[in-house]
């Protein structure tokens, strides 16, 4: 975690004053972290005021410290104490405020997979508790996605029925593997039934995993781990659900991927090509119920940051607006705010009042 958010302050330098969009570069894109307090942005579309949901939005419970200090946690969990990120920090609202950001799901970015039983149930007891109190605060600004042990998957599904009946929490945050395991493996499908009883999101966002964000080769200048890393592991994720079955075992499932679903959306092409050949690659196909792309339509879905209207015109071909929902990656400072998606212009009003929050507020419960 301190890795990442090293990265980025040191990208947000680089790339101070520049705002990619459709295929140019153009100056002085507004800040998304670290707004002055001022007015309340409010977001309309041809006259009409719309709710703004923002899926990726991220935080950090500093009072785990006390569960964690004294274990093999701590050295992930202390930079992650103060500053924007911490929950109760006052400049969170201030930039929502300045963003015209309406709503956060906020959720814990996935960590402690490598935690026993007894320290894993403790910190995600502590994470999901102040989580719901932060949102009980704040009822009109917040809704929380759960912290969950996903290295044990019974216990998972315990926390996660917890958390959303008990706690009102409106989905989950997860990992795109845990401790190198694949979430495919069919020990996992206890919490996929859960999730799909449920019916509630589950928020997939990368944390460091061997072979993708920690491949060796990704060392080196271009903070390669992030910038390649982080979608390949999204893309890596999404394809073991489709071809080793999950999605067609729980075909009711909510997910949506970080970072525009990584690499897949934008070549899904391959995977369907894939399946319409013969030989020992297109007999993997054989047992899916649908084309690899077909799942972007119902169960998969993805936030917006792909940073270039032509990549979001892209991810509307692919996915279809109704399985977009905005997201931010806050408090990381991406030039991707809500302009993005009002003025692309291949967008219907309909279409971006869904893309920025009616989507998401089926989604998370939100009342209009």
């Not at 944390?207 to 990704?218: C, D, E, I, K, Y």
Request: net charge positive.
């Amino acid at each position: 975690m301190r890795n990442r958010r090293d990265f980025i302050r040191n990208a947000a330098g680089a790339t101070a004053g520049l705002l990619m969009t459709g295929t140019r570069l153009l100056g002085a894109p507004a800040r998304q972290v670290g707004a002055a307090p001022g007015k309340r942005r409010e977001v309309s579309i041809a006259g009409r005021r719309v709710k703004t949901v923002d899926v990726h939005a991220h935080c950090f419970v500093p009072e785990v410290w006390d569960v964690v200090k004294n274990t093999p946690l701590a050295e992930q969990a202390k930079g992650n104490l103060t500053g924007t990120i911490a929950l109760g920090n006052p400049q969170r609202l201030i930039d929502m405020d300045a963003q015209g950001i309406d709503y956060q799901a906020i959720n814990i970015n996935a960590w402690g997979y490598s935690a026993d039983r007894t320290l894993a149930r403790d910190v995600v007891a502590i994470q999901n508790q102040k989580i719901s109190e932060w949102c009980a605060k704040h009822p009109d600004r917040f809704v929380g996605m759960a912290s969950l042990a996903l290295q044990y998957p019974e216990l998972a599904a315990e926390q996660l029925e917890q958390a959303v009946k008990k706690l009102g929490l409106r989905g989950a945050a997860i990992g795109g593997s845990v401790e190198g395991q694949e979430l495919s493996d069919r020990k996992f499908d206890p919490f996929w039934a859960k999730a799909e009883e449920l019916g509630v999101l589950l928020f997939m966002h990368p944390q460091p995993a061997p072979g993708t964000t920690q491949n060796m080769r990704l060392q080196g200048k271009g903070g390669l781990g992030n910038t390649i890393g982080n979608p390949l592991e999204t893309s890596v994720f999404l394809s073991h659900l489709i071809f080793e079955g999950t999605l067609d075992r729980f075909p009711g499932l909510k997910i949506c991927a970080a970072h525009a679903g990584g690499y897949l959306a934008s070549y899904l092409g391959r995977s369907d090509a894939l399946c319409g050949r013969g030989g020992a690659l297109g007999a993997d196909c054989k047992a899916l119920k649908k084309k690899p792309s077909e799942y972007f339509r119902r169960e998969l879905l993805v936030d917006t940051m792909i940073f270039r209207e032509d990549g979001l015109r892209h991810l509307v071909a692919e996915a279809g607006v109704g399985q977009l929902v905005y997201g931010t990656d806050y408090p990381f400072d991406w030039p991707v705010g809500i302009d993005f998606v009002l003025n692309a212009s291949f967008l219907s009003n309909a279409d971006k009042e869904a893309v920025l929050g009616g989507n998401a507020m089926k989604l998370l419960r939100i009342a209009s």
